[in-house]
């Protein structure tokens, strides 16, 4: 354990932490219950098929349904209720002992922390998030400033994965320079794309399910696609206190 995980972070980008095997469980029903609340209002014909399909094996009956337009962000949000079971897991309160009394931001001004899941299937590369810092998003507006006197800290939970693929790249060091980038109008969404030229090759964080991977907002990373198996995941960002 370091004995100053903050610190740590600063200086080498980022660190990792697991959450206990109950903790997993927890935030894993939390999600298939999010999960089959927005499967449930495409018919209950879908939400039957689902129910009984391991989520990791969601990508064997995508056929049934339209991918892009099931899972937009806004329906990825767990809500206020789920936050808060969230918040008395063992993981989050040591997140608290490590980092102090942090703030968790709303990314979407719904009234109450953001904690959002992803989703991405098996050999798919539109999934995935492309390389990309996450103070890019702050430089181009699309999330708010940290309030004073803090700093943002990620934290990005594999939830179902496969160990050696999928889940989440990034370049050591990276967070100590700074990298060309441009805003692009995405489905009516403003993003940040980088401008780097030849893209470097990131490391893989190899993770098995309750595996951490807590994160400096100027680190470069992305999502890897997975081989066999969906990859969930959830992720949310901290306000720390300098």
């Known amino acids: 354990m370091f004995e100053n995980l903050d610190l740590h972070i600063e200086k080498y980008g980022y660190a990792t932490k697991k959450m206990s095997p109950d903790d997993l469980e927890i935030v894993r029903n939390l999600i298939k219950a999010n999960y089959l609340k927005r499967l449930e209002t495409l018919g209950q014909g879908i939400y039957t098929k ?53 703030v968790v931001l709303d990314i979407d001004n719904n009234g109450w922390e953001s904690f959002v899941w992803r989703i991405v299937r098996p050999q798919t590369l539109t999934d995935p998030a492309p390389i990309h810092a996450d103070y890019w998003f702050n430089e181009i ?23 050696g693929n999928g889940g989440i790249g990034f370049l050591p060091m990276s967070h100590i320079k700074n990298w060309p980038f441009h805003a692009e109008e995405i ?35 992305c999502g890897l696609p997975s081989d066999k198996k969906t990859r969930f995941s959830l992720e949310f960002t901290m306000y720390v206190k300098n």
Not at 189 to 205: G, Q, W
């Open 50 to 102: 689902f129910q009984n399909l391991p989520m990791d094996s969601y990508h064997e009956e995508i056929q049934q349904i339209d991918h892009s337009q099931t899972w937009p962000q806004s329906d990825r949000f767990l809500s206020k209720d789920d936050v808060t079971e969230i918040k008395k897991l063992n993981f989050f309160k040591n997140l608290q002992s490590e980092f102090g009394n942090f």
């Open 141 to 163: 507006g699309a999330i708010v400033d940290a309030p004073a006197g803090t700093h943002r800290v990620k934290v990005w939970i594999a939830i179902y994965c496969e160990y």
């Open 187 to 221: 489905n009516g969404v403003k993003k940040p794309r980088h401008d780097i030229s030849p893209v470097p090759e990131v490391e893989p964080f190899l993770s098995n399910p309750g595996d951490m991977f807590i994160f400096h907002d100027r680190l470069l990373h």
